[in-house]
């Protein structure tokens, strides 16, 4: 994604306090900053914001966290946020590779990872959201038992992720190489990088790994 740098926007950010969590200064447990023992997931790399807020008007009874390291992203997070007075998402402007500073704050349920970037080179590897050291820094946050929900429109993305979480103590479930004709499109919430690539004809893959206990 070209970002167009923007003035201001980290000003702004930082004022919705309400929203915007400075990782600095989270003082606070996840149940104190919502004010509810709800279950608590995480959607890392949010883009402009519409999975995230859409999944958090369909359940107030959950928390969302929305994890993005670019502050003109975030700010249409934020602003959508706003617009539908929701109560139960904030986010994090942050690097998810920092992401362990914040492990006692509380655990995770679940993490979303949509369309993550596919980093296609092997040199940088590293950099894809499922290479080995995000996978551990997902298990110091996710409570036993938690899950990974992935979903990418990019093949070679998706079978790396697929064999790195086999490799690691996860049972995978939900795997399809077509989510717009399969049994899990009903509940499907369209990111805005998934309804780009599905106009293209792409089809979308996406599974779900679940910690073993
Ligand atoms: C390809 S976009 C997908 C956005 C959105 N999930 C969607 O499906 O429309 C990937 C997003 O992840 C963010 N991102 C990538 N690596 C990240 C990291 N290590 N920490 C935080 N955000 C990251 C990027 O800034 C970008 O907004």
Redesign the pocket.
């Known amino acids: 994604?070209r970002?167009r740098r923007k003035p201001g926007v980290e000003e702004k950010l930082l004022a919705q306090t309400q929203y915007v969590i400075d990782p600095n200064r989270l003082q606070q447990t996840w149940s104190h900053f919502f004010t509810n023992d709800h279950p608590v997931h995480a959607?890392?790399?949010?883009?402009?914001g519409?999975?995230i807020t859409t999944l958090a008007q369909r359940n107030p009874d959950v928390n969302y966290v929305g994890?993005?390291?670019?502050p003109e992203?975030l700010w249409q997070c934020v602003k959508k946020a706003v617009d539908l007075n929701l109560r139960n998402v904030a986010f994090l402007w942050?690097?998810?590779?920092d992401l362990p500073s914040l492990a006692h704050k509380g655990k995770w349920e679940r993490i979303?990872?949509?369309?993550?970037?596919p980093w296609p080179k092997r040199r940088h590897a590293k950099?894809r959201?499922t290479h080995p050291s995000?996978l551990s820094i997902y298990e110091q946050l996710l409570v036993p038992g938690g899950e990974i929900f992935l979903?990418t429109d990019n093949a070679g993305f998706f079978e790396y992720s697929l064999n790195q979480v086999a490799d690691r103590d996860y049972r995978l479930r939900a795997i399809t190489l077509n989510l717009h004709e399969s049994e899990w499109r009903e509940d499907n919430i369209m990111?805005?990088?998934?309804?780009?690539f599905s106009k293209k004809g792409q089809p979308i893959y996406r599974f779900e790994a679940r910690l073993r206990t």
């Open positions: 994604m970002i959607e890392l790399g949010t883009g402009k519409r999975f994890v993005e390291r670019v992203v942050m690097d998810v590779q979303y990872l949509n369309f993550s970037d950099r959201l995000f979903k990111t805005e990088y998934e309804e780009k």
